[in-house]
């Protein structure tokens, strides 16, 4: 909300400087998020009159003034102008030598065509003003100031032209819809200053004959709880005075005519948004507020038409819409230079029903943001009385007797609370004395009656944020001042146990854990796109595929809800190897998002997936699985390995992860195929070296047991027997050591030491060389013992898996 | 016999010096001591001495032979030494050759913001809530006093998923899944991802907060600036202090903006503070008594505070990041900076 300091100071007697009152506005809660000095940029700069002027030898449109800019500046300065507007006696703006301009000009004397010229004469448009600020700011040339008696030889332009001023840029709480306007703005600055309000004038009297045939209802009371409407006749249509022009300007808006004009100035000043009907275009003379009927059409004035809808309040008259309510006029009824009568609007509309429509249909203006913030009812007399004194102000018109209220609401009384001063003092932690609050909030307008410490108060008509003893308590320390809180250490609350549990921790130690296997952790959007699952060859039939939607994504990237974290991976990776990151482990420990059915109908099934990904020419499908191992052992769960199919990983390099006979995660290099489709350079060796990995750490973390015992040591001897094997080429280690390991029960490990393919071993053929630990917690394992358990496991080994002992 | 057994002494003092390796140790030992050394030879050729002259003749052989036996074995020390020596030397690396390890991998900046938090308000007796990403209108709006028609509902700032559900847009939706759960004494942080339909050079579509909660009897304001000054001190260093400004936020009554006194600068003014002073980090106030009332909880006996923070702002602050983006690229140059 912009608040001029010129404007203000017509309300309220501020004494203090406008970076002052920043720190005071924004100490009670008013944040000024730009101070705007509108001389800024402009110095040196100062009212000359052009004494003398004669034509510039050798040119066809220069003229050498000699310019009088008082005792001060100079009373015979050289100039050279091109501008087509001057004449001896001209009073101009003259920038001396060194004067700055706005946009960063600086003016220098200098020799044009051989004569010097000690500055410039300004135009209103160089000094960055409209006609609206000034009179006569936009023509072509030279900024004529002859009749101001502000404009005295020598004295600085900005004071003479109305920019020797500041605009306060101020950030609104959306609490606060009151102070949307320069009058609610005074009330807090006159509240914070202890001075008086000068309210704006609002008496009008009566000049004109009424209308009988003018009729006003409204049907849609829900969404307009008060309409307020008032006939004017002999309109009178001009330009707007001077100050008011000047308000609008100063307010980033244009002057358009006197009725307009009063509209868009009681919206800025007391926060009401209005309308003027031109009542000669109102069919029936007959105003209805009520919601549209379905395919009904309406063209606002700014020449847009819509197609409506029953959700969409309007106004119309006896045939057809004459405004969109709360956003903008129709261009059937919109006030021209020849309107004659007209019929003012001041309502309160529901704040929701004015943002819907407003959205839906994409037509946003000043009227309609102002009602989403929230209008109160208290504005809506108050605007309607100060655009009636305006009219008679201006002389723009004869006021009728012809009015209407129609009011949903009929309670139009102020609020009143009971609150103790103690009460107050107790959501702070402080004490305020009793006597500064009632200060406080009677400068704020509330009234407060003391029965006893027993207070009734009064909160102010356009305070509907005001709802009990809370708001007092606000009201008061952001007056009183927060630096009066002094900090306790949550002196009395009970003492609590507090931390992370089980699960926040497990997950911590997980983190630390992969940190020290060189993972980094990442972290991704938890939405993403259906093409991500394309990249990864996901079938359409595949369950990640039945993924939430989201109904209003920001783009078609991220819409989906994603159900695997392997995509959001992948696509880091290949950033990574973009930006020249040749190698690097990366984990992410986040959400997944399984919905119970589709469409959603209710909660879905949020769970902890664990995604590594890893890539470089240092690592292979086994330093992955190192990395999972290493997972299995803080876990304390034993994991075992089995082939698996995986749509976007290797089909020889895929293992899926067993936890307790059920599967957990899947681990392998990324496809080929899949590989090759990622936008990575050719010759790029490390981007075609890629492994993902995606556990379920939900169901993993829910299979850890935390109250695990100790194993007794055991302290009979063990033996160790090294077996050389040769076998067939597809017989696997896991089934060679699940082999020896059921043969017998002494076998407690067998454990790979070497794989060797060679022509005296045959094509087709492998030796794998195994420690076989044998060991017994009742007793030794004897010579022969082991022996047995050898002889045993070598004939399983060869019955079941045609694995034979090397012979040297 | 005795002028051989001279020459011999001599010889061998000769033959010592020359020892310098396990190698002239052995010819040593060999030449003097072995089977078919000097000294034995000797003992040999006492058999051809005078008898009456043996026995002094014996002893001096003895002595000799025992001088050379300690010559000896200083020998062998020294032998020993020097071998050690080289053997040293051979084994002597360069430090300053790079280390073999496994390069440790990092915590994400926001992980390790998230962690010192909790920390600070764990030891104060805060447990931690994590609640649903995905919440309802209900929880993430209506029961936190943010009415139908305010404006944070709309739709260009939630990201809907039905009617009802939506992605939570703050994690003030944990507080009513706490206070529906738990009955005051109450102090609980909800740490999470959040949601905002936004995206630009200061804001990410998906964010995290850290929500904190209080409900106790006679908790104050004076209670959040005091736990809020604890966890500025822990976050950027003992020197910095805190103010509370009014603001307004649906679910507190008063609320206020916290801003902690630049820790760059001191307070002076510098271009991290925009020369004010003061950053501003997060927002809390009193639990608006509603928000109490539609979890159950009596506000005439019970009071709270609550107060959120945006991890990506304090890490921002903290590590001198200036870009939102930075944190969900996982640019692996800027995720290794990071310590686990």
């Known amino acids: 909300m912009k608040l001029p300091f010129s404007w203000l100071k017509e309300y309220v007697d501020v004494d203090i400087t406008p970076e002052e009152l920043e720190t005071r506005l924004f100490s009670c809660g008013f944040e000024v998020e730009e101070l705007i000095h509108l001389s800024e940029g402009i110095s040196r700069v100062v009212v000359g009159e052009i004494t003398h002027m004669e034509k510039q030898e050798g040119t066809d449109h220069l003229y050498l003034c000699r310019v009088n800019c008082g005792p001060e500046y100079g009373e015979d300065l050289a100039i050279t102008t091109g501008a087509p507007n001057i004449f001896e006696g001209a009073i101009v703006p003259v920038a001396l030598d060194g004067a700055t301009l706005p946009g960063g000009i600086v003016i220098k004397a200098r020799k044009m065509h051989g004569i010097m010229s000690n500055g410039m004469m300004c135009s209103g448009t160089e000094l960055g003003i409209t006609d609206d600020m000034y009179p006569g700011a936009e023509v072509n040339g030279l900024l004529i100031l002859n009749g101001d008696p502000n404009a005295t030889l020598g004295r600085d332009i900005a004071e003479v032209v109305g920019l020797d001023d500041t605009i306060f840029d101020i950030s609104i709480t959306a609490n606060r819809p009151d102070c949307q306007s320069i009058l609610g703005l005074a009330r807090e600055v006159a509240a914070l200053l202890d001075k008086p309000l000068h309210m704006p004038a609002t008496d009008y009297e009566i000049t004109g004959e009424p209308d009988p045939e003018i009729s006003v209802r409204v049907e849609a009371p829900d969404l307009c709880p008060r309409y307020l409407a008032h006939y004017v006749r002999n309109l009178r249509i001009q330009e707007s005075p001077r100050w008011m022009k000047r308000h609008l300007a100063l307010m980033g808006l244009r002057s358009i005519n006197n009725i307009v004009d009063i509209t868009n100035h009681t919206l800025l000043e007391i926060g009401q948004p209005m309308h003027a009907f031109d009542l000669d275009h109102v069919e029936g003379k007959s105003i209805c507020v009520r919601r549209a009927t379905e395919g009904e059409k309406i063209t606002t004035l700014d020449e847009k038409e819509f197609t409506l809808h029953p959700n969409n309040l309007v106004i119309c008259d006896a045939k057809k819409p004459v405004a969109l309510a709360g956003i903008m006029g129709g261009l059937n009824s919109e006030i021209e230079a020849d309107t004659k009568e007209l019929l003012f609007e001041c309502a309160t509309f529901a704040r929701d029903s004015v943002r819907k429509t407003s959205r839906a249909l994409g037509q946003i203006s000043d009227s309609s943001s102002r009602y989403e913030k929230g209008v109160d009812q208290f504005g809506t007399e108050l605007g309607l009385r100060r655009a009636l004194h305006l009219i008679q102000e201006l002389d723009c018109g004869d006021i009728t007797p012809t009015a209407f209220d129609c009011s949903a609401d009929e309670k139009h009384e102020c609020m009143t609370l009971t609150a103790r001063p103690e009460q107050i003092n107790k959501v702070l932690g402080i004490e305020v004395p009793a006597e500064t609050m009632i200060d406080i909030l009677r400068r704020l307008q509330f009234g407060v009656e003391d029965h006893d410490g027993e207070w009734t108060v009064t909160v102010p008509r356009f305070r509907e944020d005001i709802e009990g003893v809370p708001d007092l308590a606000e009201e008061v320390i952001r007056e009183y001042g927060y630096d009066h809180i002094v900090p306790t250490f949550l002196a009395k609350a009970a003492v609590t146990n507090g931390g992370m549990n089980g699960y926040q921790k497990r997950q911590m130690t997980l983190k630390h854990l992969l940190a020290g296997q060189g993972f980094h952790e990442a972290v991704t959007l938890s939405f993403y796109s259906a093409a991500d699952l394309d990249r990864l060859h996901i079938p359409a039939d595949a369950p990640e595929r039945k993924a939430i939607r989201i109904l209003n994504p920001i783009s078609e990237n991220l819409s989906i809800m994603r159900t695997t974290l392997a995509p959001s991976m992948l696509n880091i990776i290949v950033d990574n190897l973009k930006n020249g990151n040749s190698e690097g482990r990366l984990f992410e420990l986040a959400n997944v998002y399984i919905p119970y059915s589709l469409p959603l109908d209710r909660m879905p099934d949020e769970r902890l997936a664990l995604c590594l990904g890893v890539f470089g020419p240092e690592e292979d499908f086994f330093t992955v699985k190192g990395a999972i191992e290493a997972i299995g052992q803080v876990t304390g769960l034993e994991f075992t390995y089995e082939r698996a199919q995986v749509s976007y990983l290797h089909p020889g390099m895929t293992a899926a992860v067993i936890a307790n006979g059920k599967r957990v995660g899947v681990f392998g290099k990324l496809a080929n195929d899949v590989t090759e489709e990622l936008s990575l350079a050719k010759d790029d060796r490390t981007g075609r070296n890629i492994y993902l990995a995606e556990l379920d750490y939900a169901a993993i973390d829910a299979m850890i047991d935390e109250n695990y015992h100790y194993r007794p040591l055991n302290d009979h001897v063990e033996q160790k027997r090294d077996l050389a094997l040769i076998c067939d080429e597809r017989v696997t280690v896991g089934e060679i050591e699940a082999c020896i390991l059921q043969a017998s029960p002494l076998a407690v490990e067998a454990k790979l030491f070497d794989v060797y393919r060679g022509k005296n071993i045959g094509a087709g053929r492998k030796s794998m060389a195994f420690t076989v630990t044998l060991s017994d917690r009742e007793k030794d394992v004897t010579d022969n013992a082991a022996q047995k358990a050898v002889h045993k496991i070598l004939s399983n080994l060869k019955f079941k898996l045609g694995a034979e002992l090397r012979q040297e | ?340």
Not at chain 2, 123 to 152: Q, S, W
Not at chain 2, 186 to 193: A, C, F, N
Not at chain 2, 262 to 288: A, D, P, R, S
Request: net charge negative; hydrophobic share 35%.
């Open chain 2, 1 to 340: 016999m005795q002028t051989d057994i001279e020459a011999l002494r001599a010889q061998m003092r000769e033959d010592l010096k020359k020892v310098d390796s396990a190698d002239t140790l052995k010819n040593f030992w060999q030449e003097y001591l072995g089977k078919n050394g000097r000294i034995p030879a000797l003992m040999k050729d006492l058999r051809n001495v005078a008898p009456e002259d043996r026995p002094s003749m014996g002893k001096i052989i003895n002595e000799l032979k025992n001088r050379v036996q300690e010559s000896y074995k200083e020998a062998e020390a020294r032998v020993k030494e020097l071998e050690l020596t080289s053997q040293n030397e051979a084994e002597t690396v360069d430090i300053t050759m790079p280390a073999k390890i496994r390069q440790n991998g990092s915590l994400h900046p926001i992980t390790l913001v998230r962690n010192q938090i909790i920390d600070v308000f764990a030891g104060m007796g805060f447990e931690i809530y994590e609640g649903p990403e995905i919440e309802d209108d209900t929880h993430c709006f209506t029961r936190l006093n943010v009415p139908k028609d305010h404006p944070a509902r709309d739709m260009q700032d939630t990201f809907y998923l039905t009617d009802e559900l939506l992605l939570r847009t703050q994690t003030s939706a944990g507080q009513i899944r706490v206070m529906d759960a738990e009955k005051p004494p109450i102090k609980v942080l909800v740490p999470g991802r959040v949601f905002r339909s936004d995206s630009d050079a200061t804001h990410s579509p998906m964010f995290h907060q850290m929500e904190g909660l209080v409900v106790d009897k006679d908790i104050t304001l004076c209670d959040l600036q005091g736990m809020l000054d604890e966890l500025c001190r822990n976050l950027f260093g003992s020197e910095v202090r805190t103010r509370l400004r009014p603001s307004y936020f649906p679910f507190t009554e008063p609320s206020v903006e916290v801003d902690v006194s630049c820790f760059e600068c001191g307070g002076k003014g510098c271009g991290l503070c925009k020369h004010t002073g003061w950053i501003e980090i997060l927002g809390g106030g009193v639990v608006n008594r509603k928000v109490l009332e539609n979890c159950g909880i009596d506000p005439d006996v019970y009071s709270g505070i609550a107060f959120g923070i945006g991890i990506e702002r304090i890490a921002m602050l903290k590590y001198g990041i200036n870009n939102i983006g930075l944190f969900f690229q996982n640019n692996i140059r800027f995720l290794e900076q990071f310590r686990a």
